[in-house]
């Protein structure tokens, strides 16, 4: 039998999402080599439609790894968000109420191209739609990932694993059972998003609280729209031609003075489940994961590939201390530090997500009690600090997450 393709990497990043792209190139800065496996072709990645907001911090961090110019063109910079209840729209000022923060609308797979271009600029290896891909030995001091590349076998002997490869990868399963503790809820509804070719009827987001449940008015550039509304986790596309979407969505936004959404023609349309999961801890030996590998937030407070930033932005400063200094004091901590921002961001996703959607066997008590919630949030300055300090990032330098 031929012998495997050996491809040897100080650290092994197996998943080309936007976990392990920055971490590539976060390491590459830092003096780091890596080889990213991607179990997709690149542009199947490349053009995934995800994530929209990008918190303060992962817009500064992407500019100081010198891979903002494209999204400090084209990105849209907000410095509020609009909360609709009650048929009214009460805005929440991001900017005065964080002192000066604010949030960028720039669509993930923008920030997934941007990183490609960069790992491409210096040639940066990323192996594409790798197949049977095994992680063996991170609970020793040699770690490997074996895997079948256009019909060969291949193996990157390694000295650390990053699993980046998102909610449905393999290196969460590979780790042994009973090491990890896992916590996790499932919501009773998804979201169907669709883009659409229509000018977006508001310059600001709009979260929708409506009884026949919730919705949400995003956009990507001042032509396209982006919008989602709640509905069944298993909910057939096929039942929702594009007419009933948009008197939905028209029926959410409703308010009032005569709140209308502009129409065009839908260019994708899909349904998300909701879920909040953690991973504990997020580390087993030699054996790192990050971003929706370890983690899941409902998306309703728009913090998935915020974390999954956070995450990276750890590791790669954990892994340049080791090489730098020979310790594994910093990796060490990894789990720990990023599972106190973690849960905070799960904490705010799961109220985020309680607050706007309409639950099953939801009686007017809880609807009322939902509208109250928003009424304090959109009057009394101290709750809506809160949830702009929660919405627009919290520092990276958490009490106890010094680096
Ligand atoms: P992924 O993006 O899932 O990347 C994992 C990669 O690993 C994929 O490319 C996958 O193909 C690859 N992979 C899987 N298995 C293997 C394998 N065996 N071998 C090799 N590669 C493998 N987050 C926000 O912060 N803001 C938002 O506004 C927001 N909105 C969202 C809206 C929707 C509709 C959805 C679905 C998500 C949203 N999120 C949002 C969440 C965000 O998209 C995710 O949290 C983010 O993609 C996580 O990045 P990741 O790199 O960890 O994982
Ligand atoms: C978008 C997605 C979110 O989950 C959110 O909370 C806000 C905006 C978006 O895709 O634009």
Redesign the pocket.
């Known amino acids: 039998m031929a012998l495997p393709k050996t491809i040897r990497a100080q650290v092994g990043i197996?998943?080309?999402?936007?976990?392990?792209l920055l971490l590539a190139h976060l390491l590459h800065l830092e003096g780091v080599e890596s080889v990213v496996?991607?179990?997709?072709s690149r542009k199947h990645?490349e053009e995934r439609v995800?994530?929209?907001?990008l918190e303060q911090g992962t817009v500064d961090l992407l500019n100081a790894a010198g891979v903002g110019e494209r999204m400090r063109r084209e990105g849209l910079v907000h410095y509020g968000i609009e909360l609709c209840f009650d048929r009214r729209g009460h805005r929440i000022d991001l900017h005065s109420l964080t002192g000066g923060r604010a949030i960028t609308v720039y669509a993930?797979h923008e920030v997934v191209k941007d990183l490609f271009q960069a790992r491409m600029s210096y040639g940066g290896p990323i192996l594409f739609e790798?197949e049977s891909?095994r992680i063996e030995g991170f609970d020793g001091d040699a770690p490997r990932i074996r895997?079948r590349s256009y019909g060969d076998e291949c193996e990157i002997p390694c000295d650390y694993i990053a699993g980046?490869?998102?909610?449905?990868?393999?290196c969460r399963p590979s780790i042994p059972s009973g090491i990890l503790r896992f916590y996790e809820k499932t919501y009773p509804f998804g979201?169907l998003?669709i883009l659409a070719e229509a000018k977006p009827a508001s310059d600001e987001l709009i979260y929708a609280n409506h009884e026949d449940g919730f919705a949400l008015l995003s956009m990507r550039t001042p032509r396209i729209s982006r919008l989602y509304l709640q509905c069944r986790p298993d909910e057939d596309l096929s039942e929702w031609p594009d007419p009933r979407i948009w008197e939905e969505l028209q029926r959410r936004f409703e308010t009032v003075d005569g709140f209308r959404l502009n129409e065009g023609p839908v260019f994708q349309k899909?349904v998300?489940a909701m879920r909040s999961f953690v991973a504990e801890p997020m580390q087993c030996g030699r054996l790192f994961l990050?971003?929706?590998?370890a983690h899941i937030v409902p998306?309703t407070g728009?913090?998935?590939?915020?974390?999954?930033v956070a995450d990276v932005r750890m590791l790669a400063h954990a892994l340049a201390c080791r090489y730098r200094t020979g310790t594994e004091q910093m990796l060490n901590r990894y789990s720990e530090i990023c599972l106190r921002r973690v849960w905070r961001a799960q904490h705010f996703s799961w109220w985020m997500t309680s607050m706007l959607h309409r639950f099953e066997g939801c009686d007017g008590f809880d609807h009322r009690r939902q509208l109250a919630e928003l009424n304090q949030v959109t009057s009394l300055r101290a709750a809506a600090v809160v949830l702009a300090e929660n919405y627009t990032g919290l520092p990276f330098d958490l009490p106890g997450e010094r680096l």
């Open positions: 197996v998943g080309a999402g936007p976990a392990g496996i991607e179990a997709q990645v995800r994530a929209g907001v993930q790798v891909v895997f980046c490869d998102g909610f449905h990868g393999v979201w998003g899909g998300t990050a971003g929706d590998a998306p728009a913090k998935g590939l915020n974390l999954a």
